[in-house]
């Protein structure tokens, strides 16, 4: 079975065997900034790429590289519809350590971020200050972004929309932004 896919950069990246040589900032960017946020049920076009910008550079506690990367395994696997993420599993080959054969899609995906966490320098595992800021940017999604649907606009205690409203970017200026401040916030962490 293959189970490697070719990156933007051409890099082969193996989905069931990563390594952090397979992985590169680039790939990253351009494949985030093409990929639809919402299965594409938005208003207009919104990547993953503006998303995790707008999650980086909001006015929210916690480290903004993390917020900026924390999709970043996404450029990989896909932007897998939530409900549909924690139905699914992978069937991993017994050639591939692990303790179980089948995996949840979204315990694979956190291995990937770990993956690239290395091959980036930082650290990308769970952080509840970037869940917070990720809920806040959904909740700010679905005010600018979705159709009305009284359903998704229960907000859940002080997790409000954020004041500033979503202007949605071309692929290009997203995956050039998502450069941009990647580089910024990786000079700032220079001890």
């Given at each position: 079975m293959n189970t490697k896919i070719v990156t933007y950069t051409g890099k082969s990246f193996d989905l069931l065997n990563p390594s952090p040589d397979m992985v590169c900032i680039e790939d990253i960017a351009h494949s985030l900034a093409n990929m639809c946020r919402y299965t594409g049920h938005v208003r207009q076009f919104y990547s993953v790429a503006q998303h995790c910008v707008l999650t980086a550079m909001a006015d929210l506690p916690g480290d903004s590289l993390k917020r900026l990367l924390h999709d970043a395994g996404e450029a990989y696997v896909g932007d897998i519809a939530s409900p549909w993420k924690q139905l699914l599993q992978v069937d991993v080959p017994e050639t591939v350590s692990v303790n179980q054969h089948y995996v949840p899609v979204h315990e694979w995906e956190s291995k990937i971020q770990k993956i690239i966490g290395t091959a980036l320098g930082i650290d990308l595992s769970y952080?509840?200050?970037?869940?917070?800021?990720?809920?806040?940017?959904?909740?700010?999604?679905?005010?600018?972004?979705?159709?009305?649907?009284?359903?998704?606009?229960?907000?859940?205690?002080?997790?409000?929309?954020?004041?500033?409203?979503?202007?949605?970017?071309?692929?290009?200026?997203?995956?050039?932004?998502?450069?941009?401040?990647?580089?910024?916030?990786?000079?700032e962490r220079i001890v």
């Amino acid at each position: 079975m293959n189970t490697k896919i070719v990156t933007y950069t051409g890099k082969s990246f193996d989905l069931l065997n990563p390594s952090p040589d397979m992985v590169c900032i680039e790939d990253i960017a351009h494949s985030l900034a093409n990929m639809c946020r919402y299965t594409g049920h938005v208003r207009q076009f919104y990547s993953v790429a503006q998303h995790c910008v707008l999650t980086a550079m909001a006015d929210l506690p916690g480290d903004s590289l993390k917020r900026l990367l924390h999709d970043a395994g996404e450029a990989y696997v896909g932007d897998i519809a939530s409900p549909w993420k924690q139905l699914l599993q992978v069937d991993v080959p017994e050639t591939v350590s692990v303790n179980q054969h089948y995996v949840p899609v979204h315990e694979w995906e956190s291995k990937i971020q770990k993956i690239i966490g290395t091959a980036l320098g930082i650290d990308l595992s769970y952080s509840a200050e970037v869940k917070i800021a990720d809920d806040h940017m959904y909740f700010t999604e679905i005010r600018d972004l979705m159709p009305l649907s009284e359903e998704f606009r229960r907000w859940r205690g002080n997790l409000k929309p954020l004041n500033n409203r979503i202007e949605c970017w071309n692929p290009s200026v997203a995956e050039k932004t998502f450069l941009f401040i990647y580089n910024k916030l990786k000079g700032e962490r220079i001890v």
